[in-house]
């Protein structure tokens, strides 16, 4: 099969073309030929090697998490999908095999799930990743429920976008950060307050929205971003959820501090940050209209290199997504 793989960790032009064995499906694992890829900023965190203390990667390593495809094969024991189903879900990335830059790609059944009613395989494979993570961010890290107050930082980006639709659609009162540009596009998905973050003071402006403090902030950008008081927006026994990976975490006097205000930092690392059941609870809201696709942006899989560079630049609205094989959905 044809894939984008990378031949030694490094900058976007690692990203080349390669011949490789189609893969086959082991036991509870299904074999996808994968129409689109969604592209996550943990992909070129893999790419420069930031992941290389935690996973065995081989080379050449076929990069991507995200896919929508159709089914092509089933291992032993899979009953839930055959072939010609019309699926997304992830790869087996996270253990060091083979991603979703290739024409087929492996994942365990668990990751599969059915393509939401109505979506196209560009809309799903925005999902797996960004949607997985914000559901289980808000809804089980977070404990959030209707009628509490919830900040988002990071509100336009893949996770934001999902974010603030889930914490809208559970009733919430969401406020959400984002550039002047994104302001229209946040308040489009259910953002009930869209905060500037190049206006000013960040925490000021959450102050002046819920003066005693937000019940969660669902921090999708990084701690620093938010300093010096990112924990005091927090109201006392309220938690604050940090996603974004390999950036400013919270240091042990800022855990200290929120504790001594009653305040949970809770790490992206959390186990149960993304589990199989997240991904058919997602579908259904998906089905449901509670979530729609955020802004999407397609380009041919041959232009991945492309892609890194934008999605390293951490301004991409929504998702960017890699067209694998052109499908009349
Ligand atoms: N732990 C996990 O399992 C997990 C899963 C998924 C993602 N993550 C991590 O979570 C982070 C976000 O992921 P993502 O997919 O949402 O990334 P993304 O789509 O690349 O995020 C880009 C967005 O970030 C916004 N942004 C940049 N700087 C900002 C700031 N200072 N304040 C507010 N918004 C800002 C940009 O909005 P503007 O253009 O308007 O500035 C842009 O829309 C990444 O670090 C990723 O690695 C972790």
Redesign the pocket.
């Known amino acids: 099969m044809r894939a984008m793989v990378i031949n030694g960790f490094g900058g976007p032009d690692q990203l080349v073309w390669g011949d490789l064995p189609t893969p086959e499906a082991g036991a509870g694992e299904v074999l996808v030929r994968v129409i689109c890829a969604g592209v996550?900023?943990?992909d070129w965190?893999t790419r420069v090697g930031k992941l290389s203390a935690y996973i065995d990667y081989h080379f050449p390593f076929v990069l991507g998490f995200d896919f929508a495809g159709i089914v092509e094969a089933v291992g032993e024991g899979v009953d839930a999908f055959g072939p010609g189903d019309r699926v997304f879900g992830m790869s087996k990335q996270g253990q060091g095999r083979d991603g979703s830059y290739a024409e087929y790609c492996i994942a365990d059944a668990a990751f599969v799930a059915a393509l939401p009613q109505g979506w196209r395989f560009a809309q799903a494979a925005a999902l797996p990743?960004?949607g997985?993570?914000a559901y289980?961010?808000l809804v089980d890290v977070g404990g959030l429920s209707a009628g509490q107050t919830v900040l988002i930082?990071?509100?336009?980006?893949?996770?934001?976008?999902i974010c603030i639709q889930i914490a809208h659609a559970l009733g919430a009162r969401v406020a959400a950060?984002?550039?002047?540009?994104?302001m229209a596009?946040v308040r489009g998905f259910g953002a009930d307050h869209a905060i500037d973050?190049?206006a000013g003071d960040?925490a000021e402006a959450v102050r002046q929205w819920a003066p005693g403090g937000v019940d969660l902030v669902l921090d999708?950008?990084?701690l620093d971003?938010l300093l010096p008081s990112a924990v005091d927006i927090v109201a006392p026994g309220g938690r604050y959820v940090?996603?974004?990976?390999?950036?400013s975490q919270a240091s042990a006097d800022e855990v200290a501090r929120a504790a001594a205000n009653g305040v949970s930092i809770l790490s992206?690392?959390t186990a149960v940050?993304?589990l199989p059941q997240h991904l058919t609870e997602l579908a259904a809201l998906c089905a449901a209209g509670g979530v729609k696709p955020p802004a999407i942006e397609i380009l041919p899989l041959g232009e991945a290199a492309e892609a890194h560079r934008r999605?390293e630049g951490?301004?991409?609205?929504?998702?960017i997504i890699l067209e694998v094989a052109p499908h009349d959905d």
């Not at 930082?153 to 976008?161: C, D, I, P």
């Not at 951490?314 to 998702?319: E, L």
């Open positions: 996550n900023p943990a965190k990743v960004a997985t993570t289980g961010g930082n990071g509100g336009a980006g893949g996770v934001g976008s950060t984002c550039g002047p540009d994104n596009y973050y190049r960040v999708a950008v990084g971003s940090e996603i974004a990976t390999l950036v992206n690392m940050m993304r999605i951490q301004h991409v609205r929504g998702k």
